[in-house]
Each structure stands twice: as C-alpha cells, then as structure tokens.
C-alpha cells in the first residue's frame, strides 16, 4: 500500500521562529491534508491541498503531486503552535475516499 | 464543513466489558469513518461506515470486535467488544464528502482507558 512518511519526527524551535514540515508520498494521491493535534488530541485540520499553494495567517501549505511530496510552512512560531502536525493523503474508492496518514511530526515550541 | 459531535469524551473501563461511542454529524455526509490511535502512534482507519450495511473493515480489524452501525447518513456508533488493557486508545470519528473542499473533518475522540 501506500507509505506516507514525515520529517523530521521532533523540532523544537524558540518561540517566533520558522520551521518547515515536510510530508513524502510514495504513490500517486487524490488529495492531501494537513492536521495539528494539540496536546488535549483534538484534531484540527489545516489544509485540504491537492497541489499549489494555500496560505492562512501565519501558515502555508505546498503540495507537489507531480513529486509526490508536500510542505507545511509555519512563520513567527507560537507557544500554540505546540502539538503533533500529521499529513494524511486521501485514497479515493467508489464513492468516497480513505486518508492514510503519516507518523507525524512532534513540534515544540519554547517561549 | 461537517461539524462532528463524538461521545464520551473518556471513559474508564473494565476489561472484558464493551463500550459503545457515538458519533454525530451536523449534515448528511457520504463517508464516516472510525480510527484508532494508539499512545504515542499515529492514526490508523478501523472501517468505513456504510450507510445501510455492513461496515468495511481494514486488514487486522474484525467486526466482532469492533461492530459498527450507521442507520442514516449522519450517525455511526462502534462498539469496542470484550475488552483489554491493550484496547487503550483514542478513537476518533471521521466524516466528510469526497468532494469537500475542506476534506474531512474529525470529532474530538474518545480517551478509553482499560484496566
């Protein structure tokens, strides 16, 4: 099947620094999605981006399906922004569609 | 996109005994589904919910274990059966429409505690 695989799985980072996520598919995706767990493990998804670029506020998203990889650009980190952030590519069957997801990447953010 | 309300939050539970969550939605929606999300670990699809049959299951996932049902196209419940410690897990309620364009949204989980 398909493997979704995240790095880096841990980053620290000092509160208002930039970090970039990374998310590598090894086949062909209908489309993907960005999700950020926070520490209660409430899922809250971020971006539902086959490919292009999507901003909102201080994050942005970048999907190259062609490369099968995508990117989760956060700026000006918070102590917020703390939490686990999955990918997950949506697998499209019959009707609908599945999402596999990623290992995730543990970010931490100190004030 | 859908709003999900998932119920119970948390529960700690007896092994042997069955623990039935719930999950609703706030509009009618083609998929839900029912993930898995052991400690520390990444998340892991249980089945698909049909509306009016049997659920689709994943590969070592089994209906006697984990029964679900979906009599409409806004709720589901999965039953997690004749429990142990090892059942120790979030699990999380998904719904969405395959051509959403704010994908699939999640309810909040249920922390299940066996002891």
């Not at chain 1, 950020?36 to 970048?62: C, E």
């Not at chain 2, 999380?92 to 989980?109: E, K, P, Q, V």
Request: proline share 4%; hydrophobic share 30%; glycine share 8%.
């Amino acid at each position: 099947g398909i493997q979704v695989e995240q790095s880096p799985p841990d980053l620290i980072l000092q509160e208002g620094a930039n970090s970039t996520l990374r998310c590598n598919f090894s086949d062909s995706v209908n489309n993907l999605q960005w999700f950020h767990q926070n520490p209660w493990g409430q899922l809250i998804n971020l971006f539902y981006i086959p490919s292009g670029t999507k901003q909102n506020g201080r994050l942005s998203a970048t999907t190259v399906a062609t490369e099968r990889y995508s990117l989760l650009y956060i700026s000006s980190s918070q102590t917020t922004d703390s939490g686990v952030y999955f990918c997950a590519v949506v697998m499209i069957y019959n009707q609908g569609g599945k999402l596999i997801f990623g290992q995730g990447t543990e970010l931490s953010v100190k004030p | 996109s859908a709003v999900i309300s998932q119920k119970p939050s948390r529960d700690i539970c007896q092994r042997g005994t069955s623990l039935t969550i719930q999950c609703q939605v706030d509009s009618q929606v083609t998929m839900m589904f029912w993930y898995r999300q052991q400690p520390g670990q990444s998340l892991t699809l249980i089945a698909t919910a049909n509306q009016g049959s049997e659920a689709t299951y994943e590969s070592g996932f089994v209906i006697d274990k984990f029964p679900i049902s979906r009599p409409n196209l806004t709720f589901s419940t999965l039953t997690v059966s004749n429990m142990s410690p090892e059942d120790s897990s979030i699990y999380l309620c998904s719904a969405g429409t395959r051509d959403s364009y704010y994908g699939y949204t999640f309810g909040s989980g249920t922390r299940l505690t066996v002891v």
